[in-house]
């Protein structure tokens, strides 16, 4: 069966400061992968998305950037953190193809910016 | 410009009645509708999906349906229980962007004993 892992759970950093997020797939093979953040009491918004490895697209003028490097692995960084980034970070995948489908989402990440 | 709009306030019933969540859309011409539940600190978790051609959609005691006319998608849990408490949140399956959905913002309902 597949799964998706998210980590870290809960992070607090200070602004200025780097960030890597990092989710994982296991049990399945090419899928599109996704990046949404969720403010508190709002709704998902979509960050990045990617069909392949090294494919990725952005949705929104941000200070953070998203990578690819493996099938199954996606990674949301900065540079240097914003106040407003704050928020709850969630990973998404779906089967690859033309078809959407459902979105199979991990745990989540509650990143604090301080 | 293009919307999606959930019941903002929370919808609060009685335990065994049937909730009516509603999903509305403005200059979307979705392919697809999605609903999903989300828990406190948790990620949303998939429930049920519509086609466009598809007027209702039933599993156990979820229903959801979608007027393509009206721009609306009713979700209704039947014979409700505190458990089902939890934010609903519908998503729309944006063809012309490609791979991707666009979330509402969700209403919270609470299904008291």
């Known amino acids: 069966s597949q799964t998706i892992h998210q980590w870290p759970a809960t992070l607090v950093q200070p602004v200025g400061s780097p960030l890597s997020l990092e989710c994982t797939v296991e049990?399945?093979?090419?899928?599109?992968l996704y990046w949404y953040r969720q403010a508190a009491g709002r709704g998902l918004q979509l960050l990045f998305y990617?069909?392949?490895?090294?494919?990725i697209s952005s949705e929104v003028p941000q200070n953070l950037s998203a990578s690819r490097p493996q099938d199954r692995q996606f990674i949301l960084s900065s540079k240097k953190l914003l106040l407003s980034d704050s928020g709850f970070y969630l990973c998404a995948w779906t089967v690859g193809g033309q078809f959407l489908g459902e979105q199979y989402f991990g745990p989540g990440t509650r990143l604090t910016v301080t | 410009s293009q919307k999606i709009e959930q019941n903002s306030e929370a919808l609060n019933i009685q335990e065994g009645k049937t909730a009516t969540l509603t999903c509305n859309y403005t200059n979307y011409s979705p392919a697809y509708l999605q609903w999903y539940r989300q828990d406190p600190g948790r990620g949303p978790v998939f429930l049920l999906l519509i086609r466009e051609n598809e007027k209702e959609k039933r599993k156990e005691r979820l229903k959801v349906t979608f007027d393509t006319t009206l721009k609306q998608s009713l979700f209704h849990i039947t014979a409700s229980q505190p458990a089902d408490s939890a934010t609903y949140l519908c998503a729309l399956d944006i063809e012309e962007y490609g791979n991707k959905l666009v979330f509402g913002a969700g209403t919270i309902l609470r299904v008291k004993s």
């Open positions: 990617s069909v392949g490895i090294g494919q």
């Open positions: 049990g399945t093979s090419n899928p599109n």
